[in-house]
């Protein structure tokens, strides 16, 4: 049984000092309920709506800078593993990143590749597989927030054999209808149990010049069953959601069944075309 | 608009001449009510815990048989597309398919590729892509059951310019919990949304030589919403399910974001690894 925590945060792209403030509170919140995973939102450090690209630029981190060496002596004084999203910018480009740290250091970073609506404008691109990493708590993936509406991208983090994904998200309110579950922890559930991993997304909150978030914190075990999900009626807010999930030895879903072995590649070719 | 009706049927693997009849009365009642797409759950003709083949052998039919021909007629008759769910012996072989009959006659016929549980004692897999037809409601993409949990196929389907995905299935019930959305229908919303096509399963009812079925016939959108869902209260009933949805025109899901022009398919190429 792993013990996981997904922290969904109100980042402030304004105050943004305050955001690594509310960031290290929630991990040690996490760390003093017993979690050894734990998963922050998409662009932790920066907050989501800017308008220009200074203000992304004096709010973006670097591998080597401050914020991660921080995250790498919590992550060994409390022996946890963390999943981030940040801005980050290297040689020159910014990129919306999600780290993996844990006791022995900064594990990898990932870099979203399918970018949302104005980010464009902002980040480039990455062009690398999502980010899959052996830990003490198992095999752990991570993409970025859209990256998991792409279900080719899910598929190869299993094929890794990733256990967990790791996902951290801002999701922006669309206007669809959030109950009985918002569209985006939906996604998750399918993602979780058409591959038979856990997943653990963590999203921001905090209306932000004009943007709504869902607010949909959640973590789904590996048959796509919801273990926890933020409440709606405490938006804005700070929400440390805490989980018990077994992680996969396999990817048996019946006595026959396996949702890795049963899959048909070689008639999967056409998912090549644009 | 679009007015599609999912029949959820007691389907009957001992009296299976009454299959039919429930299936016809079933059109009937769903043209009734304004349905010109209509879709009925897998094997309709035969029922789904066989003992022997000569059991399945009994109850399956063939492209040229009664059932077939009656359907044709029925869709003339009625002006409306049907989707269904046979056994059908080709050349000696078993098939788990799916027919597409409009009022022209059977537009074509999908096998079954991703095969659940002992369904490999008795059927052989398929080896082609998901059916795509054009028709007088749009282009309508068919598979069968467990193959939609395969977003490999459903990703075919989309990638053939299909807007509406009809899915005859047999849903059993595994055991997990079916409040506030059964499995079955969150992979559905999920398929619909992460590829922005229209999706109208049905399912069957009745338990079956100790299998029971989750009864989660269910029609989303092209946002994922459910705009219907079988109501467990009457399981072992008949559930004409109707619902009006918009068929999209396009695959945009923001100002900036197309579900197919999104993707990066130069980066998955790792998918077709087993």
Same mark, same amino acid.
């Given at each position: 049984?792993?013990?996981?925590?997904?922290?969904?945060?109100?980042?402030?792209?304004? $105050?943004?000092?305050? $955001? *690594?403030?509310?960031?290290?509170?929630?991990?040690? @919140?996490?760390?003093?309920?017993?979690?050894?995973?734990?998963?922050?939102? +998409?662009?932790? $450090? !920066?907050?989501?709506?800017?308008?220009?690209?200074?203000?992304?630029?004096?709010? &973006?981190?670097?591998?080597?800078?401050?914020?991660?060496?921080?995250?790498?002596?919590?992550? +060994?004084?409390? $022996?946890?593993?963390?999943?981030?999203?940040?801005? *980050?910018?290297? +040689?020159?480009?910014?990129?919306?990143?999600?780290?993996?740290?844990?006791? !022995?250091?900064?594990?990898?970073?990932?870099?979203?590749?399918?970018?949302?609506?104005?980010?464009?404008?902002?980040?480039?691109?990455?062009?690398?597989?999502?980010?899959?990493?052996?830990?003490?708590?198992?095999?752990?993936?991570?993409?970025?927030?859209?990256?998991?509406?792409?279900?080719?991208?899910?598929?190869? &983090?299993?094929?890794?054999?990733?256990?967990?994904?790791?996902?951290?998200?801002?999701?922006?309110?669309?206007?669809?209808?959030?109950?009985?579950?918002?569209?985006?922890?939906?996604?998750?559930?399918?993602?979780?149990?058409?591959? %038979?991993?856990?997943?653990? /997304? /963590?999203?921001?909150?905090?209306? +932000?010049?004009?943007?709504?978030?869902?607010?949909? !914190?959640?973590? &789904? @075990?590996?048959?796509?069953?919801? %273990?926890?999900?933020? @409440?709606?009626?405490?938006?804005?807010?700070?929400?440390?959601?805490? /989980?018990?999930?077994?992680?996969?030895?396999?990817?048996?879903?019946?006595?026959?069944?396996?949702?890795?072995? @049963?899959?048909?590649?070689?008639?999967?070719?056409?998912?090549?075309?644009?």
């Amino acid at each position: 049984m792993l013990r996981i925590a997904v922290c969904q945060l109100p980042l402030n792209i304004e $105050n943004f000092e305050e $955001n *690594i403030k509310l960031a290290n509170s929630a991990i040690h @919140d996490a760390s003093s309920r017993g979690a050894r995973l734990v998963v922050l939102p +998409e662009l932790t $450090n !920066s907050g989501y709506v800017f308008r220009t690209l200074t203000e992304l630029e004096e709010r &973006a981190t670097t591998l080597d800078g401050a914020i991660v060496k921080a995250w790498v002596s919590l992550a +060994e004084q409390l $022996n946890l593993v963390l999943v981030a999203g940040l801005a *980050i910018k290297d +040689e020159g480009l910014f990129y919306n990143c999600s780290v993996i740290i844990d006791s !022995s250091g900064l594990r990898g970073w990932y870099k979203k590749v399918h970018l949302w609506n104005d980010e464009v404008d902002f980040f480039t691109p990455g062009d690398s597989a999502p980010l899959v990493v052996d830990t003490d708590l198992g095999r752990i993936a991570t993409m970025v927030c859209y990256d998991v509406e792409f279900p080719e991208w899910v598929r190869l &983090a299993m094929l890794e054999d990733a256990t967990i994904l790791a996902l951290p998200t801002n999701w922006p309110d669309g206007g669809l209808p959030t109950e009985p579950t918002p569209l985006e922890a939906v996604r998750v559930q399918a993602a979780a149990s058409q591959n %038979k991993l856990v997943v653990a /997304a /963590a999203d921001r909150t905090r209306v +932000e010049r004009g943007v709504a978030w869902t607010g949909s !914190s959640v973590i &789904a @075990d590996s048959d796509g069953v919801i %273990k926890v999900i933020a @409440d709606r009626a405490k938006l804005n807010k700070v929400q440390i959601l805490v /989980a018990d999930v077994e992680v996969p030895t396999d990817r048996k879903i019946s006595p026959r069944n396996d949702v890795r072995a @049963d899959r048909r590649p070689d008639l999967y070719r056409g998912i090549l075309k644009k």
